[in-house]
């Protein structure tokens, strides 16, 4: 059975950074394709970053230049960092672990996150 937790949400002011973790319970967890996506109120959840077993990385225009997605294979955990904050980044960010070619499509239970002074 596949886990995957984040941690690091909260409330961020605009202009912060935010650092958000996921640990997946996983075998073999290097040869996932890791990733974050979010969902704010009355929008569809939207790609953030993704990294693959390989680490090459993918960014949505929204966050790129601000923002830095890693993998510790050692620790089962992926990270998202994101810079200069802003109103909009505020969602339900949730991490994904796939090998979607084998139909495997694993979500974390999400991690509320807030922009606002």
């Not at 109120?41 to 970053?49: F, S």
């Not at 510790?72 to 949730?94: F, H, Q, R």
């Amino acid at each position: 059975q596949v886990q995957l937790v984040e941690s690091g949400g909260g409330l961020v002011q605009p202009g912060g950074s935010l650092r958000l973790s996921c640990a997946a319970s996983v075998t073999i967890f290097s040869i996932y394709t890791m990733g974050w996506y979010r969902q704010a109120p009355g929008k569809q959840r939207e790609l953030v970053a993704e990294i693959t077993g390989g680490y090459s990385t993918n960014y949505a225009d929204s966050v790129k230049g601000r923002s830095t997605i890693s993998r510790d294979n050692a620790k089962n955990t992926v990270y998202l960092e994101i810079n200069s904050m802003k109103p909009e980044d505020t969602a339900v960010y949730y991490c994904n672990a796939n090998r979607r070619a084998f139909g495997l499509d694993h979500w974390g239970q999400g991690t509320q996150v807030t922009v606002s002074s």
